[in-house]
């Protein structure tokens, strides 16, 4: 059984491929492959920890991409992960070890790092061959060495994702049964173990059960959802946290000090924004970074890692051009906005990536608001500019900037073409950002309501007055309520209802009839007018249109209130933010009767 490579150690390619700088570290989840020879193959006498602090630059030594280079070699350079690791101690002072350990978190996060530093832990004999399991692996003895190197026999690691099937766990569950070939324990690492098949998993499960004392198997995964209970329950499980950005941050400045690089700040912020807590991400990125920095420098030059390199390599959208973009959108300002647009799209900035970074501003004022503290931004004319917003803005509209914001990156997540959908989701804010919010919003509609219906009538009377009023003060109108308040209610809306006005003086009234009254009213008219003014009426109809009656007249003026309403840019506004709100009309009949009562 042991000499025979497992047939899943497909060991891997030592001298990293172009693909591999590209990709780094995603590729290599798992199996690192023994180191490339050193150029001494005898025990060198080894430096505590040799891969730190071995001069970078060394022209001899093959080039490996940082995510492998740093990785870490004991508890102390792991980092983010102090909880666990103090568990991880405890456990093993008391000598309480589990089974099983699994590991969860997000990718690069540092499980494999703390599976195999698990696997050293258990199997360390100390420098001088006698040491117990310990939570500072020494680093120099055999077993530290081998399994840092991937080449320890009893340390079998094992890739889920390409081994699924029930036969590849029952290589494993075969060679439980033999003890450790060197180690103290026999270790079994396997990777995106949700990745087994059921099968898999339920002829794992019987081995999980009862182990052998010397076996200990260690799972991570990033999808701890996708394993069964049967598995989760007979494991420990080490929930790995995503590294905050400014430890990410600092731990990349320590590597950069080590590689000999000079690197600007802001640069290491945006690589460790990008990293989204992976240690192994943001190394990757920063191996490019530094790759593109060497070449731009002259041999005897320090390579500096720039900003805008690092901005371009990320395709990140520029975070002062984003800030632009911002205060275009709340400016209400369509032609800078749209420049701005077009501008970094013609830099290679996605139309997605453009939502996203207002999305990420509009995140930050909203955090500032509520912490009231600097926000944890890249750089200070970031956070002074968050702050200006975060004090401008009313939580209401911050909320409401980020559903117009969610809702367009959706839209030009699934439009055909995405920068026209980005233009138009960017104006629909645009044009709603100069809104007030709900509350505020709500108010103002209602004092323009109020405002409306005091200001209708006498609008509307003057209206009715003007065109009528042709003889020196003679009001239809007010002879209308005259004729009502003597008890004659039907003439007198005949009279609202269909006259319209040609000529009115005193003791003439010449009208013509809105279409589709029954009888002939003029003789009505004429008594009414008699018996409230107590003189006698020349009552005709006459040539002509005349003036609308009063009752088109006040539905005219209710109409063009209610168009003046709803064109109010506020309103205008309202109905673009709350799409498919309706605008609902006033109930008419209050209306109406205040109106003639109050003339009473
Ligand atoms: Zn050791």
């Not at 983010?80 to 699994?102: C, E, N, P, S, W």
């Not at 079998?156 to 439980?176: C, K, L, N, Q, Y």
């Not at 319209?500 to 008219?525: C, H, K, T, Y």
């Not at 109010?568 to 605008?583: D, T, Y």
Request: glycine fraction near 8%; charge should be negative.
């Amino acid at each position: 059984m042991s000499g025979e490579t497992p047939p899943w150690d497909e060991g891997e390619e030592e001298q990293p491929s172009a693909a591999e700088l590209e990709a780094a570290g995603q590729s290599a989840m798992f199996g690192d492959a023994p180191q490339p020879p050193v150029p001494a193959p005898t025990p060198a006498p080894v430096s505590e920890q040799p891969q730190m602090d071995a001069p970078p630059t060394d022209a001899a030594q093959p080039y490996r991409v940082l995510a492998r280079k740093y990785r870490p070699q004991t508890f102390s350079e792991l980092i983010g992960q102090d909880a666990m690791v103090t568990t991880l101690a405890h456990a093993i002072q008391r000598d309480r070890l589990a089974h099983a350990f699994l590991m969860t978190g997000v990718r690069g996060v540092g499980k494999t790092s703390t599976a195999r530093l698990i696997a050293k832990a258990l199997n360390c004999v100390g420098p001088d061959g006698q040491g117990g399991p310990t939570i500072d692996p020494c680093g120099v003895c055999e077993p530290c060495r081998a399994i840092a190197e991937g080449r320890h026999i009893d340390v079998i690691e094992m890739d889920a994702a390409s081994h699924t099937g029930v036969d590849d766990v029952r290589e494993i569950i075969e060679a439980v049964r033999y003890s450790a070939v060197s180690a103290r324990y026999k270790i079994y690492i396997i990777d995106e173990v949700h990745m087994l098949s059921r099968n898999a998993f339920n002829a794992l499960l019987k081995t999980l059960e009862e182990p052998p004392a010397h076996v200990k198997f260690l799972f991570a995964t990033t999808e701890v959802d996708k394993l069964p209970v049967t598995v989760l329950s007979r494991t420990q499980r080490f929930d790995l946290r995503r590294i905050p950005t400014p430890m990410l941050k600092e731990h990349f400045a320590g590597i950069c000090r080590k590689e000999r690089v000079d690197a600007q700040d802001e640069a290491l912020a945006m690589v460790a924004a990008a990293a989204e807590g992976s240690v192994r991400d943001g190394l990757s990125i920063l191996d490019q970074a530094i790759a593109h920095a060497d070449l731009e420098t002259g041999s005897d030059e320090k390579a500096l890692v720039t900003a805008d390199r690092v901005r371009d390599m990320l395709g990140l959208a520029d975070k002062s051009a984003q800030r632009r973009l911002f205060d275009a959108l709340l400016n209400g300002d369509p032609q800078a906005m749209l420049a701005d647009v077009d501008r970094q799209y013609s830099l290679g900035v996605e139309p997605l990536a453009l939502l996203r970074g207002m999305m990420e501003l509009t995140h930050r004022i909203a955090i500032t608001q509520v912490s009231n503290s600097p926000s944890e931004s890249v750089t200070e004319e970031e956070r002074q500019a968050v702050e200006e917003w975060a004090g401008r803005l009313s939580a209401g509209q911050v909320h409401r900037l980020w559903q117009l914001l969610l809702k367009g990156h959706d839209e030009v997540r699934s439009a055909p073409d995405p920068l026209v959908a980005a233009q138009m989701a960017l104006l629909r804010v645009l044009h709603a950002a100069d809104m007030p919010d709900p509350g505020r919003l709500a108010k103002q509609l209602q004092d323009i309501a109020a405002n409306g219906v005091a200001s209708a009538p006498a609008a509307t009377g003057e209206g009715g007055a003007a065109p009528v009023a042709q003889g020196p003060r003679m009001d239809w109108r007010e002879l209308c309520d005259r004729v009502d308040q003597a008890g004659r209610l039907l003439v007198a809306s005949t009279m609202r209802d269909w006259i319209r006005v040609i000529e009115l003086a005193p003791g003439r009234l010449i009208f013509s009839l809105r279409p589709g009254l029954a009888e002939d009213p003029v003789s009505g008219i004429r008594d009414a007018l008699y018996e409230v003014t107590g003189q006698r009426w020349q009552v005709e109809r006459g040539e002509g249109e005349g003036a609308p009656s009063l009752r088109e007249q006040e539905d005219a003026a209710r109409q063009a209130e209610a168009d003046r309403i709803r064109k109010s840019p506020l309103v205008e506004a309202a109905l673009a933010a709350f799409p498919g709100a309706e605008f609902v009309e006033e109930d008419e009949a209050p209306r109406g009767d205040r109106n003639w009562s109050r003339r009473a």
